[in-house]
């Protein structure tokens, strides 16, 4: 097969809708190629596309229609099309839906008059009209600079009839829109830094793998401030000296103007970023300049994994364990496991950076699959934070008071310093719980299994579920008694009450997700406090990930025990990684740090590991947990979540599936459930949930699409299948 397709011969193409698959089309005029991005008709339609192959006979050739036009964007790589392939089937994800990741470009499918752009000519029409003077005033205000018709009818407020009047009237200029713009290249030798210790021996190992041309993956593991980024910047470097591209995935919320200065620094020029605050414009030009090899670095949020690399050398996921790399809705993917499947298909090296790994890394690297490097002491004369528990059993604490005396007298005395203290609370919001103290009713979601939590910031009642929002109410709605309602337990924004009432000298930044508009306005808040801008930083699990705090050198953890109720087989993990990382934010330059952790358990195996105890022992014990009851990573998991308005009929299909499970026996798997869902109900939406638990090298996907083949869901029922699911 040469890829090649004549005028009017039969090619399959792949689209992007929702029921698609690959149909057959006659190739238009000029012919088509392989992997070529295209429009086709489909109904009364046109839809985007993929030349996927030679045409499979779906439609006689009567039928058969023809692709509407081949669009000016580099053909998809045999490459990508491998990947998504491999991807859809690993997560039981249709490929139209993967497909559709690979081809978020804005703009991909516009018609070529859309980047057609305009200037003035110079010459003033012979009838000038209030709609086309306000034309050509926006044009001025532009300088001269060419305008896309969507701006200039948007900015004049005109049809775009009117500016074609103006292109006929000769008063305006009509032309391609100019090429989009290669970034600024990257020099691999601008600054390099000298590594010291065990880094040289990572970066030199980081090095080799990338020169070495194949795909290997490697755990790259330190405390915070071991100089991992330092160390697979190296590996980037030398990605660039080979003229190869390189991608770092970050969780979006690390993705901070620190990360890209300091890229600047080291290469003389930033990478190219990816993620949801890019704008439209930029992100199609990223997505064409990464296909072109005009973009060498790529810094982005887990959906720049399905962007159409020309040439990719390198993937670095970094905070690998964080858990905002699984995607949740839509199609449901582990951009860490995807990112491992791209690189072993690409054949380059992917590099899983962390403090606090996910088990299944660990005992990947354990078993001899990834290759492991380890950063033992932070960097220069910084040292890990000494960490102490503070028995929270023997504190007298009034009501509705949270800091401990020992935790308040170190806050004091850093102010006393000029130095940050960080006090880590992982719950936004005001408090957790509304209770009515007349008749204990607790104010819930209407419309989820969750309790609505107060945001005084923003004075209303909020799900976190599903981001309704209510009323604060005064009087209850149970028993219609007025002023009893009462807030329980802390929140963020409740212990910033407490610390301005005991430190109200004190400067203080609140930082959680919530109290920003926008993704830049987090940022700046950062760079502030960064700078000195803050004496005391509140914060939720959004401070734990990667940010520098130069002049942090105490972090207090509230409530150590919070992550460890519940039946969550990952409890303690996650617990072990969200605290030992927010700990690590403490004395990061000169100074050393303190990390004093509130519990009512210090003998807690976690807690104690938290605290200093043998880290390779705690994962070793968890590792054992897990090949004892033969869950992940030694056995494989899948969720089949059953959603609908009707609790019943998601229980009856739930019960009928696992009766008729003959596909998974065969493979020797098991069903558990139904049960509910981990949340149980989500925009008025009942969820439960079947667990399929396999032994480690059985081919789960094939057996749950075979079981749920024949199942016909009735209209308002809908199935997601969650391969590794983060909760079990
Ligand atoms: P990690 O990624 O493990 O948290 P970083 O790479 O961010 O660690 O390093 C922590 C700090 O120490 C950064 O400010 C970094 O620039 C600095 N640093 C680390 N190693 C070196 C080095 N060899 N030379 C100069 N600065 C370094
Ligand atoms: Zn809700």
Redesign the pocket.
């Known amino acids: 097969m040469t890829g090649r397709f004549a005028e009017g011969e039969r090619v399959g193409v792949l689209t992007t809708e929702p029921l698609g698959r690959v149909l057959d089309y006659r190739a238009p005029e000029g012919g088509c190629a392989l992997g070529d991005h295209v429009e086709v008709p489909l109904g009364p339609r046109r839809v985007l596309g993929v030349v996927w192959g030679p045409g499979e006979g779906s439609f006689d050739a009567a039928r058969l229609r023809s692709v509407v036009r081949v669009l000016d964007a580099a053909p998809m790589r045999d490459e990508m099309r491998a990947f998504l392939l491999r991807a859809a089937d690993y997560t039981l994800t249709p490929l139209p839906a993967m497909l559709r990741l690979a081809t978020r470009a804005p703009g991909l499918g516009d018609s070529p008059s859309v980047r057609r752009v305009y200037r003035a000519s110079g010459q003033p029409p012979a009838r000038e009209t209030d709609a086309r003077l306000r034309v050509l005033d926006v044009l001025a205000a532009f300088g001269g600079a060419p305008v896309t018709l969507a701006e200039l009818t948007a900015e004049a407020g005109v049809s775009s009839a009117v500016v074609k009047g103006l292109v006929k009237a000769g008063a305006l200029l009509e032309q391609d829109a100019p090429r989009d713009l290669p970034y600024p290249r990257l020099d691999p030798a601008a600054a390099a830094?000298?590594?010291?210790g065990d880094?040289v021996a990572a970066a030199d190992a980081l090095v080799a793998a990338v020169a070495a041309d194949r795909y290997s993956a490697t755990l790259l593991k330190?405390?915070?401030?071991?100089?991992?980024?330092?160390?697979y910047l190296e590996a980037v470097a030398e990605c660039l000296r080979r003229g190869r591209q390189a991608l770092v995935l970050l969780p979006e919320i690390a993705l901070t103007a620190e990360f890209l200065t300091?890229v600047e620094a080291r290469f003389g020029a930033r990478p190219a970023e990816w993620h949801s605050g890019v704008t439209a414009t930029e992100r199609r030009r990223l997505w064409r300049m990464v296909a072109e090899g005009g973009a060498q670095f790529v810094a982005g949020a887990r959906s720049a994994l399905f962007l159409p690399f020309r040439d990719l050398g390198l993937i670095v996921v970094?905070e690998e364990h964080d858990t905002s790399y699984k995607q949740e809705e839509g199609a449901l993917y582990n951009a860490r496991d995807m990112a491992v499947l791209r690189a072993s298909i690409c054949g380059c090296p992917v590099v899983l950076?962390s403090?606090t790994p996910s088990l299944e890394s660990w005992v990947n690297a354990d078993q001899g699959k990834y290759a492991r490097l380890d950063?033992g002491a932070?960097?220069?004369v910084?040292e890990l934070p000494d960490m102490h528990a503070i028995d929270m059993r023997g504190e007298k604490l009034p009501a509705n008071r949270w800091i401990s005396e020992a935790l308040a007298r170190s806050v004091e005395a850093r102010m006393a310093r000029n130095e940050q203290s960080l006090l880590f609370l992982n719950r936004r919001g005001y408090a957790p719980v509304t209770i009515c103290r007349a008749c204990g009713h607790q104010i819930a979601c209407d419309h989820c299994d969750a309790r609505m939590v107060e945001h005084r910031f923003q004075k209303r009642l909020v799900c976190h579920q599903c981001g309704e929002t209510k009323p604060i109410l005064e009087t209850c709605p149970a028993c219609g008694v007025a002023g009893r309602m009462a807030p329980v337990g802390p929140g963020v924004e409740r212990l910033a009450e407490e610390v301005a009432a005991r430190f109200p000298q004190a400067r203080v930044a609140v930082l959680s997700s919530d109290l920003f508009g926008s993704a830049r306005a987090l940022k700046e808040q950062i760079a502030a406090i960064a700078e000195g801008g803050a004496d005391i930083i509140i914060g939720t699990q959004i401070v734990a990930k990667?940010h520098?705090f130069p002049l942090l050198t105490l972090v207090g953890v509230i409530d150590a025990d919070l992550g460890l109720q519940g039946s969550d087989l990952r409890a303690a993990e996650r617990t072990f990684q969200l605290v030992r990382q927010v700990a690590?934010r403490a004395g990061?330059a000169e100074k050393r740090g303190v990390a004093l952790v509130q519990t009512y358990q210090p003998e807690h195996p976690v807690i104690r590991a938290i605290l200093g105890g043998d880290e390779e022992a705690f994962w070793r014990a968890e590792a054992e947990e897990r090949r004892a009851a033969a869950m992940p990573p030694f056995g494989r998991l899948a969720g089949i979540i059953l959603s609908s308005p009707d609790l019943a009929q998601v229980f009856d299909l739930g019960a009928e599936l696992a009766r008729n499970d003959g596909a998974l026996r065969r493979i020797g798997a098991q069903v558990f459930g139904p049960a509910p869902a981990p949340i149980a109900r989500v925009r008025g939406r009942h969820r439960v949930r079947l667990l399929v638990k396999a032994a480690k090298g059985a081919p789960l996907q094939a057996a749950i699409a075979a079981w749920l083949a024949p199942v016909k869901l009735p209209a308002n029922l809908r199935i997601a299948v969650d391969i590794d699911p983060q909760s079990f």
């Open positions: 830094v000298r590594l010291q880094q330190g405390v915070t401030g071991s100089g991992k980024t330092e160390v300091r970094d950076a403090a950063l932070r960097f220069g910084a990667g520098n690590g990061r």
